[in-house]
T-cell receptor, first 117, second 112 residues
Framework: NAGVTQTPKFQVLKTGQSMTLQCAQD?????MYWYRQDPGMGLRLIYY???????DKGEVPNGYNVSRLNKREFSLRLESAAPSQTSVYFC????????????????FGEGSWLTVV | QKEVEQNSGPLSVPEGAIASLNCTYS??????FFWYRQYSGKSPELIMF??SNGDKEDGRFTAQLNKASQYVSLLIRDSQPSDSATYLC????????????WGAGTKLIIKP
């Protein structure tokens, strides 16, 4: 059982280049998320998708776009990378938006380390 | 803006002792709280969920919630070197489609 799989694991980009981070989950979860994690800061939500066909902005959406391709896949695109987007990116999934009150958690992918030079 | 605060540490604890990690949150209406563990270079993994006031125990881990004082804590008994990690506190934000608000984490070091 792979859980949440994200690619690539490491990427170096030049300022202005574009790239897409891919994410897929095999747990039949409805909700998917993209977070970024920077030193000294908590995980910050970039975008999320509560269900197939819907996407919503999180706390830090500027400079990013997302696509919920189907129930399994949720991609994150950087159209014109900037050094401020150097970070670790985590894709995550959860059963649904109301799961937290029953203790169900979100499951994270292994992370993508992105450096923009 | 709603906040979740944690002491960044590092918190250094001798092997076999009790490690105590604290988290405070700003939203008095928060109801659900999570503790995650994150090893260096890895993704966060859930270790505790707590919803009600009081204590919740799971093996060597105890989560304590005090809604009146707006804090949640995590106790790790009989600390092991393998407990060395960063511990993240997360709070459900009911006003933003039940998204999680994350603390920056406390780095815990267990000294053999």
């Amino acid at each position: 059982n792979a859980g949440v799989t994200q690619t690539p694991k490491f990427q170096v980009l030049k300022t202005g280049q574009s790239m897409t981070l891919q994410c897929a989950q095999d747990m039949n979860h409805n909700s998917m998320y993209w977070y970024r994690q920077d030193p000294g800061m908590g995980l910050r939500l970039i975008y999320y998708s509560a269900s197939e066909g819907t996407t919503d902005k999180g706390e830090v959406p500027n400079g990013y776009n997302v696509s919920r391709l189907n129930k399994r896949e949720f991609s994150l695109r950087l159209e014109s990378a900037a050094p401020s987007q150097t970070s670790v990116y985590f894709c995550a999934s959860s059963p649904d938006r109301d799961h937290f009150f029953s203790g169900n958690t979100i499951y994270f992918g292994e992370g993508s380390w992105l450096t923009v030079v | 803006q709603k906040e979740v605060e944690q002491n960044s540490g590092p918190l250094s604890v001798p092997e076999g002792a009790i490690a105590s990690l604290n988290c405070t949150y700003s939203d008095r209406g928060s109801q659900s709280f999570f503790w995650y563990r994150q090893y260096s270079g890895k993704s966060p993994e859930l270790i505790m969920f707590i919803y009600s006031n009081g204590d919740k125990e799971d093996g060597r881990f105890t989560a304590q919630l005090n809604k009146a004082s707006q804090y949640v804590s995590l106790l790790i008994r009989d600390s092991q070197p393998s407990d060395s990690a960063t511990y993240l506190c997360a709070v459900v934000d009911m006003d933003s489609n039940y998204q999680l608000i994350w603390g920056a984490g406390t780095k815990l070091i267990i000294k053999p």
